[in-house]
């Protein structure tokens, strides 16, 4: 990656003001940095977060909690048999296309909802299941509400016994 193309990148993130940047190319560092003056902390890993559910999805589905990503929401969440969500299934809330009613900056409702799961099974959908790609917050509390139901357990009780206590990640919440 030519020198300029790499700050360029550098000024994007503190400009963002990126908490910690981490880059490298074909086995090179090129960029590993506090960028927030904060130094070693534990920072909010946000859209990280959605990498880890989909961990949790999987290792739900190998110790046969889960059928797979083909499920249906609506033989979790009997609520969205009706309508096209009953069409809806677990694999599109990961890949971010089930048509949820999406607000693209989720500090606006997802953050701010007493109850995140209720605000997503209340959602109603923009469009058809599998049809359009739209990041979408409140497709993540369905997942972890759903995982909640079918594991019996909270999904941090779940994700530290079944997935990062066996990796021995202890320092997350």
């Known amino acids: ?27 090179e560092v090129l960029a590993d940095e506090t960028m927030d003056g904060q130094g070693d902390r534990p920072i ?12 949790l999805v999987g290792r739900a589905v190998t110790l046969g909690h889960l059928p797979g990503v083909d499920l249906p929401v609506h033989e979790v969440f009997p609520e969205w048999r009706q309508g096209r969500k009953r069409d809806v299934t677990l694999r599109h809330l990961m890949t971010h ?9 989720a500090g606006q409702e997802v953050y701010a909802s007493e109850d995140r799961l209720q605000l997503a099974l ?8 599998g049809t359009q790609f739209s990041y979408n917050n409140k497709a993540m509390a369905l997942i972890a509400g759903l995982l909640e139901r079918v594991t019996g357990r909270r999904l941090e009780t779940f994700a530290r016994e079944d997935l990062l206590g066996p990796l021995g990640i202890t320092d997350w919440h």
């Open 1 to 27: 990656m030519p020198r300029t193309e790499l700050d360029a990148l550098l000024d994007d993130a503190r400009h963002a003001h990126t908490s910690v940047l981490f880059i490298s190319c074909g086995g």
């Open 44 to 55: 909010a890993t946000m859209s990280v977060t959605k990498a880890v559910l989909s961990l």
């Open 97 to 105: 296309t089930s048509g949820l009613q999406n607000v693209p900056h």
């Open 122 to 129: 209340c959602a109603e959908l923009d469009a058809a299941p």
